[in-house]
């Protein structure tokens, strides 16, 4: 009866949080435990401190989304690395890295920064169907890399320190960007441009993007220098963010703050509910013991742990195609975290292995959101955007298996 009132709630649009509290509520009800115990598990997530950084982080991306940051951020790229053959790919690359990993992968990568490198892409040689393809597969490119939201989120979920997720996700992050700029380069090289028509004034590319270069080292240098924890550093970056986009740059208007601030805490709260709802749903699991017996209904059939892997990852690569990461990592993080410690697998190579399978998962056909929110943004058929980005998808699976089979790269500066 739970089962069925629970896909009737879903089909007719019930908001996600109201199916999970409900399904909990009447799980611990049907097993004769009051189900007062659901509020308390519920309230039990205000203890958690590291929670604190997530409502700062989603802030700051929004104002970095609302600015010129992506237009800075470009031009200085460019300075740096547009003599490469294939810079100008290379440079789309690192920016969207960069940009996802402050804002999340919400689509607004797509939105803020494809406007920018699609016309550039097109100018400077490159076939639609590679520049379609790149930002697309970029869109949500960089959610392995400091301060990214989901990064912090599957820490809160698992238990699993911050900082030493933040440090998994570099080696497997620069792969990942590694294999994609490599492609970019072979696919430029025997592009001809003019390049006394892209020549940018470095004096002044430099002065433009000059407050904005230190946020990387505020985060990593501040965390891993010992200074800041993860909820400090996410306070210093909101603050610094403000004062760099509405006083220094003036990119937004004071008038503007309210709106923008009620939208990031609009996500915070989508996302802190859902988390709520799912942790009094989860705790009802583990009380009836369902992962322990999931665990060894799997393991009468799969001895292997490579074996599991392997259907792990076609599992995730599934749910990441239709889920949205936020709500992939609060309903399935839970359920396959005991049942990888079974398999002797780190909760932080985990971690490192379900965000780049969600990451993929976005660009995924048929129903890959990035493939949608590109459709929607540059008017061109999903079946397009599906051809456009098989190359892509076809490194980052090649990534994928390296970052699954050999743990090296995600623990290898974990103490």
């Known amino acids: 009866m739970t089962k069925v009132l629970a896909i009737v709630l879903a089909l007719i649009g019930t908001p996600l949080f109201i199916v ?24 039990r997530l205000g203890d958690t401190p590291l929670l604190v950084s ?34 100008l790919a290379v440079v ?8 996802t990993a402050f804002t999340g992968a919400s689509g607004v990568t797509i939105f803020a920064l494809g406007g920018l490198l699609l016309p550039a892409l097109l100018k400077d040689g490159y076939s639609e169907r590679f520049s379609l393809g790149l930002i697309t597969s ?13 990064l912090i989120l599957y820490g809160v979920v698992a238990e699993t320190r911050i900082d030493q997720l933040f440090l998994a996700g570099l080696v497997p992050g620069l792969l990942m960007l590694i294999l994609l700029c490599g492609y970019a380069i072979r696919s430029g090289a025997d592009i001809r441009r003019d390049h006394h028509s892209q020549r940018l004034d470095p004096r002044q590319v430099l002065r433009r993007s000059i407050w904005e270069l230190p946020l990387p080292f505020i985060i990593l240098g501040g965390i891993y220098g010992g200074f800041l924890v993860a909820s400090e550093a996410a306070a210093v970056t909101a603050l610094y963010v403000l004062v760099v986009e509405v006083f220094v740059y003036r990119d937004i208007a004071l008038s503007r703050l309210p709106a923008l601030m009620g939208r990031s805490m609009m996500l915070f709260g989508g996302i802190l509910v ?7 749903s989860t705790n009802f699991l583990v009380d009836q013991q369902v992962p322990s017996r999931l665990f060894a209904f799997i393991s009468g059939y799969i001895d292997s742990k490579y074996t599991f892997l392997l259907l792990l990852n076609i599992f995730l690569l599934i749910v990441g195609s239709f889920l949205d990461i936020f709500s992939a990592l609060i309903l399935v993080v839970p359920l396959i975290l005991p049942i990888a410690a079974g398999y002797e697998i780190s909760p932080i190579h985990l971690g ?13 056909p048929p129903v890959g959101l990035n493939l949608f929110l590109a459709s929607y943004r540059f008017r061109r058929p999903v079946f397009q955007l599906y051809r456009a980005t098989l190359p892509f998808l076809g490194l980052l699976l090649i990534t994928l298996l390296l970052i699954t089979y050999f743990p090296w790269f995600s623990l290898a500066f974990i103490d």
């Open 20 to 43: 999970i509290a409900a399904l909990a509520l009447l799980s611990f009800s049907s097993v004769g435990i009051d189900p007062s115990v659901v509020i308390i598990e519920m309230t």
């Open 54 to 87: 997530l409502p700062l982080f989603i802030f700051a991306g929004t104002l970095l989304s609302e600015s010129g940051a992506p237009g800075r951020i470009l031009a200085l790229s460019r300075l740096l690395l547009g003599w490469l053959p294939g810079g």
């Open 92 to 99: 789309s690359l690192i920016v969207c890295a960069v940009f």
């Open 138 to 150: 970029s869109g949500s490119l960089g959610l392995l890399f400091p301060p990214s939201l989901p």
């Open 274 to 280: 859902i988390l709520a709802a799912s942790m009094a």
């Open 352 to 364: 490192i292995i379900f965000l780049t399978n969600l990451q993929i998962g976005y660009s995924t």
